[in-house]
């Protein structure tokens, strides 16, 4: 008699499904005669509440689309691109960075893009997002490797969502108690330790 064994099914992570949307704008003044456009990020729309994200399956495809922005560009040349279906997942070991975030001035998306030379636009590489991320040190690590990283303000909705996960899964390290500097080794001002003896050399002071 044999007995089959499953292995448990890890719960998955909270996630949100959202829609990246580019601008694409003219540039004005001197610049413009090396570079006549300029990709930026327009704005970041979660698709549904949290829970949606569980049944719908994962896009790596994230084919653009002309969209019509909500409210007029400034520059009537502008024309908005938007992305769709990236999926946002928080993870218990970046609960510092989500942290981080909510603390900032504006808790916002960050979204790391890049130029696709195999996506043109009049001739031009589109801007293409790669990942969309609610972690401070996410964007770190990708500004500190000079990627292209733009941000905007999250909806109120996922604000909500993402300080409940924090409060339930972020605990700040304690701090470690100052050592007095009366127990730090003495030093010359080269760097060498110093002694101090308390022995009396028996000369006397000079007369």
Not at 21 to 26: I, K, L, N, T
Not at 69 to 85: E, G, I, K, M, V
Request: proline share 11%; with cysteine; aromatic share 10%.
């Amino acid at each position: 008699m044999t007995s089959e064994h499953t292995a448990p099914v890890a719960p998955r992570r909270p996630a949100i499904e959202v829609d990246v949307v580019m601008r694409r704008e003219p540039v004005s003044g001197p610049m413009s005669r090396w570079q006549p456009w300029r990709w930026v990020l327009a704005d970041v729309l979660p698709c549904g509440d949290p829970e949606d994200a569980e049944s719908v399956t994962p896009d790596t495809t994230h084919e653009p689309q002309a969209v019509e922005p909500l409210q007029p560009a400034a520059d009537a040349a502008s024309t908005h691109w938007l992305f769709p279906r990236f999926r946002v997942e928080l993870f218990r070991d970046d609960a510092e960075g989500y942290f981080l975030n909510l603390n900032s001035p504006q808790p916002c998306f960050w979204v790391f893009w890049r130029a696709d030379e195999e996506r043109l636009l009049d001739g031009e590489p589109m801007a293409v997002p790669q990942i969309v991320t609610l972690s401070y040190h996410d964007a770190g690590r990708w500004l500190d490797a000079q990627e292209r990283v733009d941000q905007v303000a999250a909806a109120d909705e996922v604000v909500d969502w993402l300080r409940a996960f924090v409060d339930a899964t972020y605990q700040p390290e304690p701090k470690r108690r100052k050592r007095p500097d009366s127990f730090k080794p003495l030093t010359d001002r080269f760097g060498q330790p110093v002694r101090i003896s308390t022995e009396k050399n028996g000369t006397g002071p000079r007369r």
